[in-house]
T-cell receptor
Framework: AQSVTQLGSHVSVSEGALVLLRCNYS??????LFWYVQYPNQGLQLLLK??????LVKGINGFEAEFKKSETSFHLTKPSAHMSDAAEYFC??????????FGKGTSLLVTP | KAGVTQTPRYLIKTRGQQVTLSCSPI?????VSWYQQTPGQGLQFLFE???????NKGNFPGRFSGRQFSNSRSEMNVSTLELGDSALYLC????????????????FGPGTRLLVL
């Protein structure tokens, strides 16, 4: 089965600082990888996804992620954090049609 | 286009009761997936329906069941509720047509928060 591991359950950054959220995957087949964000009392919103092709994927709200096969990683970055980025972030791999395997999530705190 | 809608948004039940949750997918989407989110276990896949047929199922007991109607709306049912069933239940929809299908984006609803007392 395919799985993902998110390193760091809590990450704190200052407003304007670089955001780096880590995700490593395990897969015996080419993975399809996703990053979702969840704001309090809401569902999940897709930030970006990697399927095939370009390994640097740009998403919404200034986020991007790079697929590195050699490192089995798909880390999420944003050059400059904004207060509104505070939320829970989930990395996921689609191991069966319609079935996402999620990481445990990383809670991002942005301080003024 | 309207997003995925789930009803009700909040629900309180007691142990032993049963509950039915409803999900309306985005118009044109034929695949509906259900997930359970708890602080301890995180997000876990329950099952996925496409064209009224269950295609995939997660590792949950038989008390958890679902169905899909011809208009792609889906319901999930939990019978004989236990305290541990307290969770946020999320529904997601996707087109469901792509060959293989693993690269399709799933669009999530706001969830139904179930509290079992």
């Amino acid at each position: 089965a395919q799985s993902v591991t998110q390193l760091g359950s809590h990450v704190s950054v200052s407003e304007g600082a670089l955001v780096l959220l880590r995700c490593n995957y395990s897969s015996s087949v080419p993975p399809y990888l996703f990053w979702y964000v969840q704001y309090p009392n809401q569902g999940l919103q897709l930030l970006l996804k990697y399927t095939t092709g370009a390994t640097l994927v740009k998403g919404i709200n200034g986020f991007e992620a790079e697929f590195k096969k050699s490192e089995t990683s798909f880390h999420l970055t944003k050059p400059s954090a904004h207060m509104s980025d505070a939320a829970e972030y989930f990395c996921a791999v689609n191991h069966l049609r319609g079935a996402l395997n999620f990481g445990k999530g990383t809670s991002l705190l942005v301080t003024p | 286009k309207a997003g995925v809608t789930q009803t009700p948004r909040y629900l309180i039940k007691t142990r032993g009761q049963q509950v039915t949750l409803s999900c309306s997918p985005i118009s044109g989407h034929r695949s509906v997936s259900w997930y359970q989110q708890t602080p301890g276990q995180g997000l876990q896949f329950l099952f996925e329906y496409f064209s009224e047929t269950q295609r995939n199922k997660g590792n949950f007991p038989g008390r958890f069941s679902g169905r899909q109607f011809s208009n792609s709306r889906s319901e999930m049912n939990v019978s004989t509720l236990e305290l541990g069933d307290s969770a946020l239940y999320l529904c997601a929809s996707s087109l469901g047509f792509l060959a293989g299908g693993r690269q399709e984006t799933q669009y999530f609803g706001p969830g139904t928060r179930l509290l079992v007392l």
